[in-house]
């Protein structure tokens, strides 16, 4: 769906990722904006992919789980639309306190939605489980 809905990663470190969507006809609702389901999947894609590339390969396995999502919704999105999340680090310190512990862990990754003049269009709160997994 991300990809039909055309959201791109376009940045990923350890610190922040940066996912874009532009208005096209497959993402556009009728009020001439960006649907609100794809400006979340992107969203949550944004902190995702941050979650994945430390859970990608790692020993023991761990789950990741999105358990809860706040957004505000400021702006109309048109044209091209950047999501920034720069929880990296706090991603990856929830993830080794769960390996350490062994209990769950959550985490609410804050991502900044703007539009091509820097005006903020959302914000999205989405709340992470992870949990490493005994075998």
């Known amino acids: 769906m991300a990809f039909l809905s055309g959201i791109k990663l376009k940045e990923l470190s350890e610190t922040h990722s940066v996912v874009q969507i532009k208005y096209k006809f497959l993402n556009k609702n009728p009020f001439g904006s960006i649907y609100f389901a794809c400006l979340s999947m992107a969203g949550e894609l944004a902190s995702g992919m941050l979650a994945a590339s430390f859970t990608y390969k790692r020993n023991p396995k761990i ?73």
């Open 63 to 135: 789950s990741m789980l999105v358990v809860g999502m706040e957004v505000e919704f400021i702006k109309k999105a048109v044209g091209l639309i950047t999501f920034k999340c720069n929880q990296g680090k706090d991603i990856q310190v929830a993830i080794e306190k769960s390996i350490e512990t062994g209990e769950g862990q959550t985490i609410d990754a804050i991502t900044i939605a703007t539009d091509e003049g820097r005006d903020m269009v959302a914000v999205f709160k989405i709340k992470w489980s992870f949990k490493s997994k005994t075998e």
